[in-house]
Every structure is written in C-alpha cells, then in structure tokens.
C-alpha cells in the first residue's frame, strides 16, 4: 500500500487524507491500480495525477488517448471510481461485469471496502479509459 507521503502533489495527498478509513485505504488502491495499468499502456502515454472536482484525477494529458477517471467519495458512503458519464464506458463494463459491482448511473462503480475491489476485472474498465479516444 503506497503511502501518503509518497503522492508528490501536497494537495493530492491531502484530499486522500481527509478521507475516511475504510475509505482511504480503497482510494489508495485505486490509485494503485491505475497506475499498474497506465504502465503496461505505451499507447496512452505519461498518465498524470491532478485535482478535478476536488477528486484524484487520472488523465493522458500528452496523447489525450484516455477519459479522465476520477476517485471520490458517494454520499452514500464508500468510495468511488467515476468515469465521464457521456462516455460507453461504463454500460460496456457492465454489460460483462454487471453482477460483480455496484454502479451509480453511468457514471460510477461503488465500493464499500477494499475488499469490494477486484483487480483483474476493474482494469479492464481501467484500460478501456486510459484508451478510449483510440477506438
């Protein structure tokens, strides 16, 4: 699990704290996860991490080849991985994940613990946004 000091940007890090437990620790996965998965993309390019919405933010800002994925907090409690709402995107994931997850709309995939966060099955929600303008 990667440490809060280790996310370069100060008011990154800060969102991510101000979350709740076990909310933080998911969040932090996410994170970690996208990252892994933006590794093993050349074809999306540098991925960078920044503030959208006040949420951790993923985007490709040098190939534009992705849509933003965003981390947050539902007010219906858990934590969250967004993707732009106006995208296939997540109705694609949920054509074949649909049981796995919980969703919010279009637009987000639900989790209560960290537990909830299945690795092998959200990157390919993950790699589908870092490339989606590819198609």
Sequence with gaps: MIALQDIANPAIATTFARAPEPA????????????NVAA???EAGR???TLRWGQPSYITPDTKAGSTIRLGLPKAGGFALYVHCQ??????????FGDDFRYEGNRAVLFDTPDDIKPDLLSH?????LTYHLK
Excluded: C, Q, W, Y
């Design 47 to 49: 991925v960078e991490e």
């Design 24 to 35: 933080r620790a998911g969040m932090l996965a996410l994170r970690g996860l996208i990252l």
């Design 125 to 129: 929600l993950i790699r589908n946004a």
């Design 40 to 42: 093993d993309l050349p």
């Design 87 to 96: 995208t296939t995107l997540l109705s694609d994931f949920r054509a074949l």
